[in-house]
């Protein structure tokens, strides 16, 4: 990323607290959401090694720098931008290192001082391999990942919408198939069957009785009448045993039966 260097303000440009010149034109201020730039001086790398005594007049070169600081009046004394000693003596907006990892990582924070024990911390910026951002603000953060989620969900709800129409349509078409008409079961109505055997028990009525069953031929014996014969104790039986009588018409069997010519 190629910027412009800003100049640093020095004797030719005039001091007024030392020839009583006027104020020269200085930066504006820095922007509170600068988070989408980064600053990179490539050059100034290759020429100076980028540690805690020269990552501030690094920092410096960047847009994120505020030229109003109490770190840049005590540069223009010749006095280190980050001594402590000094910085608690003056209020305003200042700059302070606050984590260092040589020479990958620097953290500076912007704050501004009430007083020797009370700062109020503004913004956050680090120094990643060189290159210069500015932290998000945890607000920022919050609303991007909610922003994200509701994203997703919303994205998530809208396939599962999609996803139900299709087994609506479905339903609605195995509803459509289902719906020809099927045989069903005839009821049986308790009243009519009684008063269907009502009908029929006054139809018996009326009839004349059956007639009773013919008598069976001489000496033919049932065989129900036999078998309890059988079963009958053997003093109840009669001691002269006869031959059961053979029916003409039915034991003779065709070979005994008489021939009509």
Not at 71 to 80: K, V
Not at 221 to 236: C, G
Request: hydrophobic content about 35%; charged content about 25%.
């Amino acid at each position: 990323m190629e910027t412009t260097l800003l100049p640093h303000p020095g004797p030719a440009m005039g001091n007024p607290n030392m020839d009583g010149g006027a104020n020269p034109a200085m930066p504006p201020p820095p922007g509170t959401d600068m988070t989408g730039i980064c600053f990179r001086d490539q050059l100034w790398l290759n020429t100076y090694p980028l540690d805690r005594n020269l990552v501030f007049d690094y920092f410096a070169l960047s847009p994120f720098y505020d030229w109003s600081c109490n770190n840049e009046q005590l540069r223009s004394r010749a006095i280190h931008p980050l001594d402590l000693s000094q910085l608690s003596k003056m209020t305003g907006i200042e700059y302070m290192l606050s984590e260092v990892m040589e020479p990958h990582l620097f953290v500076i924070r912007k704050q501004k001082r009430d007083g020797p024990e009370k700062v109020n911390p503004v913004l956050t910026y680090y120094i990643l391999d060189g290159s210069i951002y500015q932290a998000p603000q945890l607000g920022s953060v919050f609303a991007a990942r909610i922003g994200r989620a509701l994203y997703h969900l919303s994205k998530a709800f809208t396939i599962a919408s999609t996803k139900l129409e299709k087994v609506g349509n479905a339903d609605a078409d195995n509803e459509s198939v289902s719906s020809e008409p099927k045989p069903q079961k005839e009821t049986i109505d308790i009243k009519e069957l009684k008063r269907v055997d009502h009908i029929l028990g006054a139809l018996g009525r009326k009839l004349p009785p059956a007639p009773p069953p013919p008598a069976f031929p001489e000496g033919y014996v049932p065989l129900t009448a036999a078998s309890e014969a059988d079963k009958a104790p053997e003093d109840q039986r009669p001691s002269d045993a006869q031959p059961p009588s053979i029916d003409p018409i039915i034991d003779q069997g065709p070979a005994k039966r008489l021939r009509t010519q």
